[in-house]
């Protein structure tokens, strides 16, 4: 039988928004911003680190939220998909994925574009290689990968110009 | 021969209309849907492989706090049901037959309140012994998996026997006479792992019934076959069950066939509140009936000494697992496959399906065929080599070819083999010097096309806008997409005119859902014809207004317009807006299928329809491998490919098709293997411990289309896609593992472990 985890009130900042909760010290972030904020463009895949759907960035760097406590994440900047654009404007990447046809069911779709976003950030000219090892986090069972990479690799060079 | 309508569609940048929903986030997934007041289910599962149920009580859990319902057998009408063998029940009655069998359903207020109701039902078993391997299962003194085989329902056609489930062959020629008469006989063995599916997005389900009608959404691949799933199970006409499919995560076969709406609602109906059911990925390994089949293979090949096969023997046993699901036709597709696209006149082609206590084996991408082709291509290989050939010229000299009898005594019509070949081949820089410990390995698979009743309407408003509403089901392939760009060319419209109606069984007609490749094949007839009713209401009233014959107008660029005169037209949008005050345009299509091809010539027995194949699929891969010799680790260098898939509508989904397909190749050639314990329980029900491949992992791959128009088959000469890309793969890296290593690997998937294994058979001692 599970043990009852005492709850806690706490502020969850999610896209620039603050959001109080109330949830159990042992609950995970990616079921607080599903449930709770109600933000479903985080997608649970695997609930232990491995494929990557959940990922949201947390002040920037790239976590798996399935198996982050919701309570660590108290002041910090929590970014998921639904913060990526700007106003109705798409962001570069979101666009590009598109238009290379590197999106085909969509789920780790969400994952893929703030790891790519994540490595974008700490290398604004990566090279073929350094793509495809930065999102090897995210597995992807649609595209063969080739149209991701080639879409991120557009951005990087669009955000370059 | 190729219309001149197609340019348009098939040079077309292609964006999805449901790619902003995907990128955003906004789609919704089933997982994503919360309706007030839902319950969450979990399933007792059975986790011993096989047992008899000697005491189930599940009084306990009934009365927890929080426990809306808890249900078993005993609780659902008395149906035994199976796509082709009726050996399958919602919940385990008497015994149960592999550890993810479901045994009773909760529903509770929340997650943790439903684990513990599980936890708290009491199953009490006998064991009874285990058959974990399918040459065990075919032995006379085998324990049987199912004491009453012989009572359930099925085809009279399928041959069935004890724990096999399915025996198919074909029969051609004289084989033994000619394999007496060849020159060389070769013989091999190989044996292949079950390996699974694999979808990103588990499987969910939820269900709220309103009054005696229940509406089901879920993740399936196949909302009609899911609605007669429910409605068989559950005794309800379809008129009481309504199937909605949000965006799909993907499928890969694994959500095909009907799978847990029937649960859901039965729970949803005794706890009067909406039920909601999302697995977990260890679950998604262990319950579905739906796995990649491990096969065993026996093959032998007679060959002239001047190259030509003139004989073959192969022997395959396919696990069946548990349950038959949707596998009763593997067993004479793995027989085709086990032939290959070969020019053979003397045949003998066998395959058993046999019950094991593992997880059922179920529709996964191209089933039969990636593992066959692995297979068989290894040892086409082997015959080559017996021969001193190289092996791309013995599959030139031995390959079917245009107008000419395949192995099962079929004869196509125009296809391109013989130009995937030499295409693969060329992009691959085959006979090119290569780096020390890279070589490159060649293979060639088929695949059918398979032809279904299909239906879709179309309806444009007033404003010029339109709808597509159909039955087909999107899960992630585009295909779905794509149905725009066929309506948009036959109207003279803009694909982004169209909104997409799709995945409500209620809202459209009858589709087959997305499962075999046949989405674009029979769904885009449909719409094609739907459309064709309402381009004949556009004439009409464009004739009118332009004092010209209706045979003479023209639709073309949101105009309609007389042919010859660009300047004597009327905006089909102007049109729309009369119609909308008389006669609505409206159009529905469904029209009939593709007539079936037929074989001559041979004898089969167990013959489901599987030996002649319609509009027939095929591909040539060729793949450059790196080996590892300290360690046995292969790394995939490029996969150059070529594919004859006919007339190609979207270039951009069809290229993502081959490219993904190749990257399920990859993992099923070296890492995507089921592993059982001595229990005949998974070993390795893990993403970390069943490894797909990643980005790192993926090479560049040549994606080349040989595009033969194909009369009687797909809209505008196309044939199907989807699995295809799927097949030749593993095949082409065992080939060249297998001239790096100096033999074949003879088991699938040639993990490390299994390649060094090989590589240092001859040191042992």
Known sequence: MSQAFESQSFNLNVNGVDYPVNVEMDRNLLSVIRTEIGLTGTKEGCDDCECGACMVLLDGQPVNSCSYLAVQ??????????????????????????????????????????SAHALLERNAAPSEEEVRIGLSGNLCRCTGYTKIVAAVQRTAVELRS | MTPSATAQA?????????????????????????????????????????????????????????????????????????????????????????????????????????????????????????????????????????????????????????????????????????????????????ESDGCHAAPIEPRAVVAQWEGNKVTIWTSTQVPFDARAGVCETLELPSSRVRIIVPHLGGGFGGKCGFHYEAHVAALARIAKRPVKLVFSRREEFLAPDKRREGIVYDFETGVKADGTIIARKARLVIDNGAYTADAGFFSQLAAMHALGPYKIPNVLSEAH????????????????????????????????????????????????????????????????????????????????????????????????????????????????????????????????????????????????????VYQDTSAAPYDMGATGSQTLFNNGRAVIAAAGQIADQLRELAANKLEAAAADIVLADGMAHVAGSPDRGVAIAKLAATAANGELLIGHGSGPPPPAAKAVGNTCVGDIGMTAWRAPQFSCHAVRVRLDRETGVVRVLRVSTAHDSGTIINHTGAQGQVEGGVMMGIGQALTEGTKYDDQARQRNAALLEYKLQTCADAPPIDVQFVEIYTPDAGPRGAKSLAEAPNVATAAAIGNAIAKLVGSPVRRLPMTAERVWETINAGNAS
């Not at chain 2, 047992?51 to 009580?57: E, G, H, S, Y």
């Not at chain 2, 490159?440 to 009743?453: K, L």
């Open chain 2, 10 to 190: 098939t040079t077309r940048r292609f964006v999805r209309a449901d790619g902003p929903d995907k990128v955003t986030g906004s789609g919704r997934y089933t997982a994503d849907l919360s309706l007030t007041g839902t319950l969450v289910a979990k399933f007792r599962y059975a986790q011993v492989s096989h047992a008899r149920i000697t005491k189930l009580d599940v009084s306990a859990a009934r009365a927890m706090p929080g426990v809306f319902a808890v249900i078993t057998d005993a609780d659902v009408p008395d149906v035994r049901f199976g796509p082709m063998v009726q050996d399958r029940r919602l919940f385990a009655r008497d015994v149960v037959r592999f550890e993810g069998e479901i045994v009773a359903a909760v529903a509770a207020v929340d997650a943790e309140t439903a684990q513990r109701a599980v936890d708290a039902i009491v199953v009490e078993y006998s064991p009874l012994p285990i058959v974990n391997d399918v040459e065990s299962a075919l032995s006379p003194d085998s324990p049987l998996v199912h004491e009453d085989w012989a009572d359930y329902g099925a085809p009279g056609v399928m041959v069935r026997n004890r724990n096999d489930a399915s025996y198919a062959s074909i029969a051609k020629g004289d084989v033994d006479k000619a394999l007496a008469e060849a020159d060389f006989v070769v013989r091999s063995h190989y």
């Open chain 2, 353 to 500: 399906l046999a019950y094991t206590n593992h997880q059922p084996s179920g529709s996964v991408r191209a089933p039969t065929a990636p593992q066959t082709c692995w297979a068989l291509e290894s040892h086409t290989d082997e015959v080559a080599n017996k021969l001193g050939m190289d092996p791309v010229a013995f599959r030139k000299l031995n390959a079917v070819d245009s107008n000419v009898e395949g192995p099962s005594g079929q004869t196509y019509g125009e296809i391109g083999v013989q130009q995937c070949i030499d295409a693969a081949t060329a992009a691959a820089g085959y006979g090119k010097p290569l780096a020390d410990d890279e070589a490159i390995g060649v293979a060639i698979g088929w695949w059918p096309s398979f032809a279904s009743a299909s239906g879709a309407y179309i309806k444009i408003d007033g404003d010029g806008s339109g709808q597509i509403i159909t039955g087909a089901q999107e899960c992630g392939t585009g295909a779905v997409m794509t149905l725009r760009q066929l309506a948009a060319d036959e109207l003279g419209m803009q694909p982004e005119d169209f909104e997409l």
């Open chain 1, 73 to 114: 994440a108290q002041g910090r900047a929590i970014t998921t998909i639904e913060g990526v654009m700007t106003g109705d404007e798409m962001h570069p990447l979101q666009r590009n994925i598109l238009e290379e046809g590197g999106v085909q069911c969509g789920f780790c779709t969400p994952g893929m574009i703030l």
